[in-house]
T-cell receptor
Framework: GQQLNQSPQSMFIQEGEDVSMNCTSS?????WLWYKQDPGEGPVLLIA?????ELTSNGRLTAQFGITRKDSFLNISASIPSDVGIYFC???????????FGKGTRLSVIA | NAGVTQTPKFQVLKTGQSMTLQCAQD?????MSWYRQDPGMGLRLIHY???????DQGEVPNGYNVSRSTTEDFPLRLLSAAPSQTSVYFC??????????????FGAGSRLTVL
């Protein structure tokens, strides 16, 4: 089946630093999504991308849909303590197919 | 609206016991699914349903049964629990559009421990 490689697995950063994480796939997707999971909660959508090359921002978060349709990137600028959590990428080939999730990037922010 | 509601939040079972994890959504979503989350493994799809009366297997369906008798409910059944089924389970739903936005909304999770 389809697999997503998400990296890095974990990150420890200082408050105020920028963060970058990415996802790559062996096959193409037509939708890329980025979710964040706070401890003890379910994942919550951060950004959705629907077009190759698309660059979308949500506050301090910026995500891009790679032009090859096999990768996506998420950047967080000026990190703050509440950015702590697990970030998941997810890809979908079509509206009828299930989402495929990466294994997550665990972010820790040191104040 | 409550969104996606999962019960129970926590459950401890003995090996061989059976139980049902409940999931209900009030958004009239056609698509519902169950994931399990294990350390280092991310979210893995167990079963999903594109509408009432229709279910299909995901990546890790063994040991789990589902049914979809109504649009609102999608219970996950463990007929004979095993320690390997110790995990956090998430139910998620979305509209079943054929294209465009297909964003999953997740419940808060059910933490299951099998002794």
């Amino acid at each position: 089946g389809q697999q997503l490689n998400q990296s890095p697995q974990s990150m420890f950063i200082q408050e105020g630093e920028d963060v970058s994480m990415n996802c790559t796939s062996s096959s193409i997707f037509n939708t890329w999504l980025w979710y964040k999971q706070d401890p003890g909660e379910g994942p919550v959508l951060l950004i959705a991308l629907y077009k190759a090359g698309e660059l979308t921002s949500n506050g301090r978060l910026t995500a891009q849909f790679g032009i090859t349709r096999k990768d996506s990137f998420l950047n967080i600028s000026a990190s703050i303590p509440s950015d702590v959590g697990i970030y998941f990428c997810a890809g979908q080939l079509s509206g009828n197919t299930p989402l495929v999730f990466g294994k997550g990037t665990r972010l820790s922010v040191i104040a | 609206n409550a969104g996606v509601t999962q019960t129970p939040k926590f459950q401890v079972l003995k090996t061989g016991q059976s139980m049902t994890l409940q999931c209900a959504q009030d958004m009239n979503h056609e698509y519902m699914s169950w994931y399990r989350q294990d350390p280092g493994m991310g979210l893995r799809l167990i079963h999903y349903s594109v509408g009432a009366g229709i279910t299909d297997q995901g990546e890790v369906p063994n040991g789990y049964n589902v049914s979809r008798s109504t649009t609102e409910d999608f219970p996950l059944r463990l007929l004979s629990a095993a320690p390997s089924q110790t995990s956090v389970y998430f139910c998620a739903s979305r509209e079943a559009r054929r294209s465009g936005a297909n964003v999953l909304t997740f419940g808060a999770g059910s933490r299951l421990t099998v002794l």
